[in-house]
């Protein structure tokens, strides 16, 4: 069997003045990045947040759908589910 992976729901909040995890609303989890979102620059940090915020690489963190959209489901290899919703709870604002 290999290694974990969980798939996330997340609505982001492109060109905002901090980043973080905003909280969560049903299943979604809120995020915010300071780029705009213009040539995937706030893309790209979401999936950096992702992976500082869960403690992966970021090569472990991808894009599964949503990259012209604010809601995007993000995959992340290596940790699941249980333990990545733990994370991102202890780092919410």
């Known amino acids: 069997m290999g290694a974990p992976s969980t798939r996330l729901r997340v609505r982001v909040s492109p060109g905002s003045r901090r980043r973080g995890v905003a909280g969560r609303v049903g299943e979604i ?3 915010r990045v300071t780029p705009p979102a213009e040539s995937g620059r706030a893309n790209a940090a979401v999936l950096r947040l992702l992976a ?4 992966v690489p970021r090569r472990a963190v991808s894009l599964v759908s949503g990259h012209g959209a604010r809601d995007k489901i993000v995959e992340l290899d290596g940790v699941d589910l249980a333990e990545a919703e ?5 780092a919410s604002a």
């Not at 500082?52 to 403690?55: I, L, P, Q, S």
């Open 29 to 31: 989890w809120k995020l």
């Open 52 to 55: 500082e915020t869960v403690g």
């Open 86 to 90: 733990r994370r991102l709870e202890g």
